[in-house]
């Protein structure tokens, strides 16, 4: 299986910050990594798919790098709705798996 | 507007059997594949594997391999997941999703991400 390893587990911010979330993979996975929002009782969200595509209607304000195996998920600018738990995800090889997730907060 | 609508939460005792459904709206089957995907109390995510409802063919983790059954019934929209045997860590909320497909070749299909999402069923196991 391909490792994700995400980090950092959760992060304190404020409105109008940027962060950035990090994912590397075990292996090499092209550019088959997207990243999904997850809020508490509601289905995750695509935001990023193939590493830096933004799906549409998905604000700006997120971006997506990659370098090698290393992948990085930046919100500039922090809004309130931001703050939810992120997940990498690699669809290149089955089983597709997750990072550990990422839990933004105020 | 394309949109998954699975089952109600279900209340099972360990040993019982379940089907959950997700209905799919707008054309949301047709040519693409569907994935399950769980979340545990208090855990991250989790694929299952993934069904491609015009044939059936499924392609499953293999952690759940044997644990679970996906089948569809094209003709109406709908994916099914399937337990034969209920077990208490089989509790969680499952989601299903439609995966965006990348390219086909002639040996392999690449895939994007889980661009729709089910509002996922809560399966709780408990004796």
């Known amino acids: 299986d391909i490792q994700m390893t995400q980090s950092p587990s959760s992060l304190s911010a404020s409105v109008g910050d940027t962060v950035t979330i990090t994912c590397r993979t075990s292996q090499t996975i092209s550019s088959y990594l997207n990243w999904y929002q997850v809020k508490a009782g509601t289905a995750p969200k695509l935001l990023i798919y193939d590493s830096m595509s933004l799906k549409s209607g998905v604000p700006a304000r997120f971006s997506g790098r990659r370098s090698a195996t290393t992948f990085t998920l930046t919100i500039s600018s922090l809004q309130p709705e931001d703050f939810a738990t992120y997940y990498c995800q690699q669809s290149f090889n089955m089983p597709w798996t997750f990072g550990q997730g990422t839990r933004v907060e105020i | 507007e394309v949109q998954l609508v699975q089952s109600g939460a279900e209340l099972k005792k360990p040993g019982e059997s379940l089907r959950i459904s997700c209905y799919g709206s707008?054309?949301?089957?047709?040519?693409?594949?569907i994935a399950w995907v769980r979340q545990m109390p208090g855990k991250g995510l989790e694929c299952l594997g993934i069904?491609?409802?015009?044939?059936?063919?499924?392609v499953y983790s293999p952690s759940f391999q044997g644990q679970v059954t996906f089948s569809a019934d094209e003709s109406n929209s709908t994916a099914f997941l399937q337990w034969a045997s209920l077990k208490d860590s089989d509790t969680g909320i499952y989601y299903c999703?439609?995966?965006?497909?990348?390219?086909?070749?002639?040996?392999?299909?690449?895939?994007?991400?889980?661009?729709?999402w089910g509002q996922g069923t809560t399966v709780t196991v408990s004796s």
């Open positions: 069904i491609h409802p015009e044939d059936s063919i499924s």
């Open positions: 999703a439609r995966v965006v497909v990348a390219m086909t070749t002639y040996d392999r299909v690449y895939y994007y991400g889980m661009d729709v």
């Open positions: 707008g054309n949301s089957f047709t040519n693409h594949w």
